[in-house]
């Protein structure tokens, strides 16, 4: 009877604690990435740059790197539909030009900028983009690119929101909620890796 509750014992703490112990270990690199996280430096000259919307100081660092000409284009992509580009230069020196600023409308999540993305790059036909949002996004925001856009030179651009730091209380709890939606992304990426629509055919029929 002994040696049948130890291979229980075993048997669980093998199911239970491996899995366990590897969310773990997923989580720490998962924080310490998005902490340690910084912008190029300095930053080089790309085709155009991607902001996606939904944090402070996004869009500001979409700006600057127009206004340093170290893009030629930028897309601020996910704005909400009574949002104009005046609105958004309206605070911001020095002045822009409005012809190299594009608001994208269509995109309500972060496969959705990638789908928007793909479309706005094409039409440019730029070759290298930076990619401009927090940090914390960055890891699901760079894997829903990849996967989307084929033959272009992603570049992270990180940026970190105001208070967003270890010794506060919103750094683990958006931590904890991206981690577990960037392995969301992965598993569906895994099972449906020619897919780059929000739900494969077989979920929605």
Not at 190 to 199: D, M
């Amino acid at each position: 009877m002994a040696k049948i509750l130890r291979i229980i014992f075993v048997t669980l703490a093998i199911s239970i604690g491996l899995p366990l112990c590897l969310w773990l270990a997923g989580f720490v690199v998962f924080t310490v990435t998005i902490y340690t996280m910084s912008e190029p430096t300095p930053p080089q000259e790309v085709d155009a740059a991607i902001v996606l919307t939904g944090g402070s100081n996004r869009i500001s660092q979409g700006f600057d790197l127009l206004a340093k000409s170290k893009t030629k284009n930028l897309l601020v992509s996910g704005v909400h539909k009574d949002v104009r580009k005046a609105d958004l230069l309206r605070d911001y020196t020095p002045q822009l030009p409005d012809c190299c600023i594009t608001l994208g409308y269509e995109a309500g999540n972060t496969i959705g900028n990638a789908i928007e993305a793909r479309e706005w790059l094409d039409k440019n036909k730029a070759n290298s983009v930076y990619l401009i949002t927090a940090t914390y996004h960055m890891p699901r925001a760079l894997l829903e690119f990849h996967h989307t856009l084929t033959g272009i030179k992603v570049i992270p651009y990180p940026v970190t929101p105001e208070g967003f730091s270890p010794d506060q209380e919103i750094f683990w709890k958006t931590s904890f909620v991206e981690y577990h939606k960037t392995m969301m992304s992965v598993v569906r990426i895994l099972a449906y890796p020619r897919e780059t629509n929000p739900l494969p055919p077989e979920i929605l029929e």
